[in-house]
Antibody, heavy 120, light 110 residues
Framework: EVQLVESGGGLVQPGGSLRLSCAASGFTFSSYWMTWVRQAPGKGLEWVANMKQDGSEKHYVDSMKDRFTISRDNAKNSLYLQMNSLRAEDTAVYYC?????????????WGQGTLVTVSS | QSALTQPASVSGSPGQSITISCTGTSSDVGNYNLVSWYQQHPGKAPKLMIYEGIKRPSGVSNRFSGSKSGNTASLTISGLQAEDEADYYCCSYVGSGNFVFGGGTKLTVL
């Protein structure tokens, strides 16, 4: 069974940093694109970033590319999101997602999400 | 990249069919057959319902179907059931490895 478990969320002050983790199991992690999607309270889904199987490609939404860094460790079956210079508008549930198949076309499996709250 | 345009809400009675539209541009929806649809119940993670515009993952009811015409993709739910009440989001590949979601549609089953 595919499982994705996010962690690392919490309360952080504006301007602070946070590193989210996503632990994957139940599939060959190194065979799939991985993605971060976020959802602000009461709002819609927003694509944040993704990363190719071998880490050779990574892509970001323009508004976050200077502050967020996606990475993965295939040996540890883990995906990460380093978030710097956090702002109040970054408050959201952050989901880790796996592509349905090996290509980069969709988000077939999702974790339960981890809440990041940016507030003083 | 601007968000795709979805109606804020749609409604239907049990047994009826409804269609949710997702309008983009010739740079996203119109340029790729890579629209996906997600169902999200309150407090839950999204669930993939349709991928590559028209394909349905195993386990998803055949009451759900996807289509596309020009720059607009659509999700149709036939034989509406109470459990279908949820938020629905479309998403399109926009090139260069990037994606954009629609604003979401709240489906109410009357």
């Amino acid at each position: 069974e595919v499982q994705l478990v996010e962690s690392g969320g919490g309360l952080v002050q504006p301007g602070g940093s946070l590193r989210l983790s996503c632990a994957a199991s139940g599939f060959t992690f190194s065979s799939y694109w991985m993605t971060w999607v976020r959802q602000a309270p009461g709002k819609g889904l927003e694509w944040v970033a993704n990363m190719k199987q071998d880490g050779s490609e990574k892509h970001y939404v323009d508004s976050m590319k200077d502050r967020f860094t996606i990475s993965r460790d295939n040996a540890k079956n883990s995906l990460y999101l380093q978030m710097n210079s956090l702002r109040a508008e970054d408050t959201a549930v952050y989901y880790c997602a796996r592509s349905f198949q090996s290509g980069n076309s969709d988000f077939g499996y999702w974790g339960q999400g981890t809440l990041v709250t940016v507030s003083s | 990249q601007s968000a795709l345009t979805q109606p804020a809400s749609v409604s239907g009675s049990p047994g009826q069919s409804i269609t949710i539209s997702c309008t983009g541009t010739s740079s996203d929806v119109g340029n790729y057959n890579l629209v996906s649809w997600y169902q999200q119940h309150p407090g839950k993670a999204p669930k993939l319902m349709i991928y590559e515009g028209i394909k349905r993952p195993s386990g998803v009811s055949n009451r759900f179907s996807g289509s596309k015409s020009g720059n607009t993709a659509s999700l149709t739910i036939s034989g509406l059931q109470a459990e279908d009440e949820a938020d629905y989001y479309c998403c399109s590949y926009v090139g260069s490895g990037n994606f954009v979601f629609g604003g979401g549609t709240k489906l109410t089953v009357l």
